[in-house]
């Protein structure tokens, strides 16, 4: 694994690898001193062309964790927000000697076309492309479905999970409905036909337009966030009606089956796509599931990292040996 950059890249080996590495590192987290030196003189950095608080943060405590060096680059201020080119940006990086790069960008493709153009030599990792993908929250999600409903399972063989909402602009949807379905599990999608993308019959799912057919079924339910910031046009007649067909309150959380999880990627529209006391009850993981973001980032570092040095390494002694 050369970089990160969609979960339809994984296969199911290096997916469950991920994630059993993920466990082991969430075992750090729960150490008076919660690090290691795996990564010391590695240098990651954060990239960011939209805001961001938790994925970023997320990023740098897990590159902090592993004691690499972590340089925080936010565009707003930046010579980006000057006209640079990603390619121009991307030389400096590398001229920085940058090992990875954590890259946010709100054009869907933008890590894909970094990776491929060889401008860089560093591992890059998706954060979050326009509404394309977003691959390490799908792995969190994944990891923390896992542990409560497949623990000792490598994946999530015939486990059902609904995502529910604003489907069209979300790449937390699309990612997961691709981890999810190598991992083993059957995914639902549940939306408004406007919120619907095109082209969703070629994912490997099911949808639904009504919500309450799918939730007895149900092992796990995502709830996403409405992006109005995404919205040009009129995708439902109001909140209060989007709320009534499609939000997950006590009454519909109590047609889950006694073990099923509540989720959300975050940040939550509480009151619009999930209720407070739904939100904060005990069926949730929506906090369990920032913890363990920290954890499958740490993973998808030391994999990326560790592999490349370990590359660096055998290339070395191939020299040395080709010189004596």
């Known amino acids: 694994m050369r970089h990160l950059l969609s979960t339809g890249d994984l296969t199911r080996d290096e997916a469950v690898l991920l994630l059993d590495t ?44 592993l004691s690499a060096d972590v340089i925080n680059f936010a565009a707003k201020g930046s010579s980006v927000s000057k006209g640079e080119s990603l390619k121009d940006t991307a030389l400096t990086l ?41 691959p390490t929250q799908a792995l969190l999600d994944a990891f923390t479905m896992r542990r409560h409903l497949a623990p000792g399972q490598h994946g999530l063989d015939g486990r059902r999970v609904a995502i529910v909402g604003d489907v069209l602009h979300s790449r937390v949807a699309r990612s997961n409905a691709l981890l999810l379905s190598t991992l083993g599990a059957e995914v639902t999608l549940v939306a408004p036909p406007t919120l619907m993308p095109y082209g969703v019959d070629s994912w490997p799912v099911e949808t639904s337009y009504d919500l309450d057919p799918v939730l007895p079924k149900a092992d796990a339910v995502m709830m996403l966030r409405v992006q109005r910031e995404r919205m040009n046009a009129a995708y439902f007649p109001s909140a209060r009606e989007y709320s009534r067909r499609y939000g997950l309150d006590g009454k519909r959380m109590a047609k889950l089956p006694e073990h099923a999880i509540v989720m959300h990627p975050g940040p939550m529209n509480r009151g619009m796509e999930i209720t407070a006391d739904v939100a904060d009850s005990t069926r949730s993981v929506i906090v369990e599931q920032v913890t363990n973001g920290v954890a499958v980032r740490m993973a998808a570092l030391y994999l990326l990292l560790s592999g490349a040095r370990d590359a660096a390494s055998e290339n070395t002694s191939d020299t040395t040996e080709g010189q004596a």
């Not at 001229?95 to 890259?103: R, Y």
């Not at 869907?108 to 153009?117: E, V």
């Open 22 to 65: 993920a466990e082991e590192m969430r075992s750090v987290a729960e150490r008076p001193i919660k690090k290691l030196p795996t990564l010391r003189g590695r240098t990651v950095v954060n990239l960011f062309f939209e805001d961001s608080t938790r994925t970023r943060i997320s990023f740098e405590a897990a590159a902090k964790r």
């Open 94 to 134: 590398q001229a920085m000697g940058a090992d990875a790069v954590v890259i946010r960008h709100g054009a869907s493709g933008a890590p894909a076309r970094l990776a491929a153009a060889g401008w860089i030599d560093s591992a890059i990792l998706n954060a979050g492309d326009g509404s394309h993908e977003h």
